[in-house]
């Protein structure tokens, strides 16, 4: 689906107000975060933290690795 969006001047800055389809689908609102990750295909906005998905990765890698003492631990 493609959207045409609107930049604005807004003081010092520049917004761009998102069609409500992309907020429902995006599930977001007003007061939100989104990222901005560029990607070799363009710009991508998100409402998931890259790193936080690097840190649940590490963690994976982590848990894999000590499973046994995180039982053990766990008594």
């Known amino acids: 689906m493609?959207?045409?969006i609107t930049l604005r001047k807004a003081g010092g800055s520049i917004t761009a107000t998102l069609p409500k389809s992309a907020t429902d689908r995006?599930?977001?609102k007003a007061g939100d975060k989104?990222?901005?990750v560029e990607t070799d295909r363009g710009l991508l906005l998100t409402p998931y933290d890259p790193e936080f998905d690097d840190a649940i990765e590490a963690f994976q890698?982590?848990?894999r690795q000590f499973r046994n003492t995180l039982k053990k631990l766990a008594e």
């Open 26 to 28: 995006l599930n977001v």
């Open 61 to 63: 890698e982590v848990r």
């Open 2 to 4: 493609v959207h045409q």
């Open 34 to 36: 989104l990222f901005m």
